[in-house]
Structure formats: C-alpha cells, structure tokens
C-alpha cells in the first residue's frame, strides 16, 4: 500500500515510464556510415572530380595517353590536385560530392563540426597510406563505430545525415 502512495506522490516512477526512457534514442547519437556508402561515395567522387582531372592532364597537359602512361610525374600531380579539391570540399562543406548524394558528413569527433584544413590534409594523407595497406581496408569491418585508419588516426567521423 506505502508504495501505490509513493508512485501516487511522485517519490517514485511507474515501471511503463522507467522502461519508456530506456527505449527512446538519444538526439545527439551520431550514426556512422556503412562502409557500403562510404564506397559508393568514393567511386561517385572519382568520376565526378577525379576523372574531368584525368581528361585535361591527359589530353590538353601532356598530349595523349601514352605521354600520360610514361610519366609518374603527372599521375602525381593528378593525386594531388584530387587531394586538393577533395580537401576543399571538406573543409568548406563537409562534404564531396559523392558525400552529398549519399546523405554522408565528415565531421571532427572533438568539435562535430566540418575538419579544419591541417586536419582535412592529414586525413587525406591518411588515405592514400590506408589504401595501400590491407589493414586501412579491412579495419571498419572489425570495428562497431566503422571507422578506416584514417578517421582513427585523425580523430574524424563520416557520419549519416538524417533524412
């Protein structure tokens, strides 16, 4: 009987109410992205920025296909203008295109807010390292936030947007 007189008072919460908080999701959860969208991302990214580059190294800088093929030179220069559009991007938006059509956000995991350039040119080194390694391409498969080795090592987050 005390306890009907206590629930009745508000001293102490009905069960249906404690077991209502435990279910509702937290609004400031951050929902991380798939690896299958952050792929999807990446090749809409390479033909919508990387290509166009491709075209006019190949074609108007160097002349031809096989001048392009017989020089490291301009395959590095290539990386690196994509590299810089691509940190652009993020620093300004938060997002590449490929990012935009997928609903995906880059964001800094200690601010929540877009990465600033030193932190942008970090993560993109990052990711030619991780490309090339078997670990930067299996370690969101093994880990619950899916995170790659370049958002561990620089603290960043490719997050989902909500619709």
Known sequence: MARWRDVKKGKVQQPKEKEAKKQTPNDDMIISASPLDRTKAFITDMFMIMMPIMYITTYVVMGGKEDFQASDTAHWITMAVYGLITVLFWIIKG????????DLKLIDD???????????????????????SIVGFLLPFFRKDKKTLQDVITQTSVIKLPN
Do not use: D, H, W
């Open 110 to 132: 200690n601010t929540n807010e877009k990465p600033t350039f030193g932190l942008a040119v970090a993560r993109y080194m990052m990711f030619i390292v991780s490309a090339v």
């Open 95 to 102: 997002q590449t295109p490929g990012f935009k059509a997928y």
